[in-house]
């Protein structure tokens, strides 16, 4: 009997802690299941986009070496990455420029540009904007201001 009661007590405590990884707000045993199911769909798809985005990446940069460009939604804003093999005088503006478009503030951000360029950025809305901006609409901001910078630089 109480190797039962120790069994359910563990099992509960498991549950618990999914619910905790999960973000899950579900109460009951099935719930918390299905949230951490979805959880777990949601980081396949991150993962085949990303792995997609380097593909694309690595065939696009054998014939033109152009920046890699991530974005991930954090509870409140952006994980914005851009990386190049090769240093980009003037890029930094134009992404910054396209932020300010978007109604994003720079929360937080390393850059280098020495030998290459790298810019790890977390990026908030605006609270004033009524509505909220998709993660893929501001890649598509940041590619867009890295190919206008890379037309202006030709």
């Not at 190797?3 to 899950?24: D, G, P």
């Not at 930094?92 to 929360?107: D, H, N, P, R, Y």
Request: contains cysteine; charged residues 25%; proline residues 2%.
């Amino acid at each position: 009997m109480v190797s039962r009661e120790h069994k359910r007590a563990a099992l509960h405590e498991k549950l618990q802690l999914l619910r905790s990884i999960t973000n899950s707000h579900a109460l009951n045993d099935n719930s918390i299941i299905i949230d951490a199911s979805k959880y777990i769909q949601e980081l396949k798809q991150k993962v085949e986009r990303l792995n997609h985005d380097i593909t694309t990446a690595r065939t696009s940069s054998d014939q033109n070496p152009s920046p890699v460009v991530t974005v991930t939604t954090l509870e409140k804003g952006y994980l914005i990455n851009v990386l190049s093999e090769k240093s980009c005088p003037g890029l930094l503006v134009s992404i910054l420029e396209a932020f300010e478009e978007l109604g994003l503030t720079v929360l937080e951000a390393r850059v280098s540009c020495a030998d290459s360029f790298r810019l790890k950025a977390v990026g908030g809305e605006d609270e004033e904007q009524g509505e909220s901006i998709d993660a893929q609409v501001v890649k598509q901001a940041v590619v867009q201001a890295i190919k206008n910078w890379s037309e202006s630089t030709e």
